[in-house]
């Protein structure tokens, strides 16, 4: 069961609070970013916001000021005087902004994956339609698994977090059909990241799995027990270990 620092509703058209609501299985656009420290810095905040009011374009959600109405509300329901290590949740349909926080466990290092056969809703867009996926995560201890959700024989993503594929020093990633997050570019732009289709049946062929997003960072993929297939090395994790702690040193406190 989540259990929430903060969550809070507001009426889209005039920002005034109604009854908290998750909006989950709703028409409509979420992100989830890491908020953390005392005073507070959000890793790659003007990132997160950036991408979330394009997918709300493309998804028929505006409203004149609305960047500076999910601001404002951010700053409302923040706190200089606060210690965090939580998930900051921004969700919004056509009438309603809902904001929430939840704590941030740490990924441990013998993490499995299960494989689900599952495909998110238009899997480009971090849209609300997560019902089925959270079906499964309320399920499991987090902090030491995920679903991969499998397609066509084909594995594209977790319930939380983008994939990364090892072979002899190589990285992939699934060529199309998943949602490209912002930890997923920030990689990008630091390393070779080749697009091909991941079958199910290859997956012995590499050596390391890792999950890489907000609320996992960077996790290393001990096991998949469905299939037998087990981590080889830790070579990458390594080295993209370095690079997420070198982006969260540099991250800036969050203006007020």
């Known amino acids: ?55 709300l374009k493309s998804y028929g959600i505006s409203k004149q000021n609305l960047k500076n109405d999910i601001l404002k ?21 056509k009438s309603t902004i809902s904001i929430s926080l939840r704590k941030r466990f740490k990924p441990k290092l013998d993490f499995s994956l299960r494989l689900v056969n599952l495909k998110r809703e238009k899997p480009k867009y971090k849209n609300l339609k997560y019902k089925k996926i959270l079906s499964y995560l309320s399920k499991m201890d ?29 990285i992939f990633s699934p060529s199309k059909n998943f949602y490209e997050g912002i930890t997923y570019k920030f990689f990008r732009s ?42 080889k090395k830790l070579n990458q994790y390594k080295i993209f270990s370095k690079y997420y702690n070198l982006a969260i040193n540099r991250s800036t406190l969050y203006k007020f």
Do not use: C
């Open 1 to 55: 069961m989540v259990i929430y620092l903060l969550k809070k509703s507001y009426r889209l058209k005039d920002l005034k609070e109604i009854n908290f609501k998750d909006l989950w299985g709703d028409h409509g656009i979420f992100t989830t970013m890491w908020i953390f420290g005392k005073p507070p810095k959000i890793l790659f905040f003007k990132d997160h916001i950036k991408n979330l009011m394009k997918s």
């Open 73 to 93: 509300l951010i700053r409302k329901n923040l706190s200089k005087e606060k210690n965090y290590n939580h998930l900051l949740r921004v969700a919004l349909n």
């Open 142 to 170: 987090n902090s030491k698994s995920d679903i991969g959700l499998i397609n066509k024989k084909k594995i594209f993503e977790t319930g939380t977090s983008n994939l990364l594929f090892v072979n002899k020093k190589n």
């Open 190 to 231: 630091k390393k070779k990241i080749k697009k091909k289709e991941i079958f199910v049946k290859n997956l012995g062929d590499y050596e390391e799995i890792l999950l890489i997003g907000s609320g996992k960072g960077v996790t290393s993929v001990k096991n998949i027990k469905q299939i037998g297939w087990k981590r």
